[in-house]
T-cell receptor
Framework: DAGVIQSPRHEVTEMGQEVTLRCKPI?????LFWYRQTMMRGLELLIY????????DSGMPEDRFSAKMPNASFSTLKIQPSEPRDSAVYFC???????????FGPGTRLTVL | GNSVTQMEGPVTLSEEAFLTINCTYT??????LFWYVQYPGEGLQLLLK?????DKGSNKGFEATYRKETTSFHLEKGSVQVSDSAVYFC???????????FGTGTSLTVIP
């Protein structure tokens, strides 16, 4: 079975540019989570969706960040404009609604110069 | 509120040594408890879990027992291998299953 798929795996961009990260959850899963991992802050939950609806976005750092889930098999996390402090590894995870196990994708390593 | 506190690293052990990584939690109700492992350059993988008090989760020689009386879920392995070098995260999910709380991670390096 395919796991959570993220693209791109690596992204290098310049400050001020728009960045879009993509995630395909495991088929049949109806909860989706976006995390950010840095050395300084560890693993932070940014936002999560249930049945494509954003439930809690309190972890989104600022208005430059936005996330969408237009259907059950696709989600995006967008940063516009990007800044060097956004450099991190961004993980997407999915689970069954109310299920107690999250399955993580391989992550996107973002570097903003 | 809910939270997880785990032992700070890094931890360096020789091959075949005994491993313990401490994890304690604060939670309302009856959370599920997890250990996730992150190998270099990869995402987090579920290592083991326990869903109720006194349950023992086990996988790949690792074990952890859900201790409600001490609010702990310590990870143990009797004999570590070089391939166990990774970062280990303790986590809990609340009763709804919607909210996950991760510890800060403990880096383990096993030397031959």
């Amino acid at each position: 079975d395919a796991g959570v798929i993220q693209s791109p795996r690596h992204e290098v961009t310049e400050m001020g540019q728009e960045v879009t990260l993509r995630c395909k959850p495991i088929s049949g899963h109806n909860s989706l989570f976006w995390y950010r991992q840095t050395m300084m802050r560890g693993l932070e939950l940014l936002i999560y969706f249930n049945n494509n609806v954003p439930i809690d976005d309190s972890g989104m750092p600022e208005d430059r960040f936005s996330a969408k889930m237009p259907n059950a098999s696709f989600s995006t996390l967008k940063i516009q404009p990007s800044e060097p402090r956004d450099s991190a590894v961004y993980f997407c995870a999915s689970s069954l609604l109310g299920g107690d196990t999250q399955y993580f994708g391989p992550g996107t390593r973002l570097t903003v110069l | 509120g809910n939270s997880v506190t785990q032992m700070e690293g890094p931890v360096t052990l020789s091959e075949e040594a005994f491993l313990t990584i401490n994890c304690t939690y604060t939670a309302t109700g009856y959370p599920s408890l997890f250990w996730y492992v992150q190998y270099p350059g990869e995402g987090l993988q579920l290592l083991l879990k326990a869903t109720k008090a006194d349950d023992k989760g086990s996988n790949k020689g690792f074990e952890a027992t859900y201790r409600k009386e001490t609010t702990s879920f310590h990870l143990e392995k009797g004999s570590v291998q070089v391939s166990d070098s990774a970062v280990y995260f303790c986590a809990l999910s609340d009763q709804s299953g919607n909210q996950f709380y991760f510890g800060t991670g403990t880096s383990l390096t096993v030397i031959p």
